[in-house]
């Protein structure tokens, strides 16, 4: 079993920063992709950030230039840092992770979400 284990939300005033983690835990050969999602309330969960095989990232038009995902593959850790926060970024953050568990399968695990909260 594979185990995904969010932290570093919170709450932080507009134009304030935080930076969320995500780490794996458990039996797997590699993470192939890391994705970060979110979802406020009301809302369908949205894409925020992802980066895959060779740090090649992608993010959401509405956090680019503010936020940035990078991967510690050594300690099994995803990092976003999100900078220059807007209210609009209140919602709950939950990370995802494509996780090879073998050379043929692949399955898809998602972390319990953190609650980040920007205050106008």
């Known amino acids: 079993q594979v185990q995904l284990v969010e932290s570093g939300g919170g709450l932080v005033q507009t134009g304030g920063s935080l930076r969320l983690s995500c780490a794996a835990s458990g039996s797997f050969l590699s993470i192939n992709a890391w994705r970060w999602y979110r979802q406020a309330p009301g809302k369908q969960r949205e894409l925020v950030a992802d980066i895959r095989t060779g740090d090649m990232t992608n993010f959401a038009d509405s956090v680019k230039g503010r936020f940035t995902i990078s991967r510690d593959n050594a300690k099994n850790t995803v990092y976003l840092q999100m900078n220059d926060l807007k209210p609009e970024d209140t919602a709950i953050y939950y990370c995802?992770?494509?996780?090879?568990?073998?050379?043929?399968?692949?399955?898809?695990?998602w972390g319990q979400g953190t609650q980040v909260t920007v205050s106008s």
């Open positions: 995802n992770a494509e996780v090879r568990k073998t050379d043929r399968i692949t399955y898809s695990y």
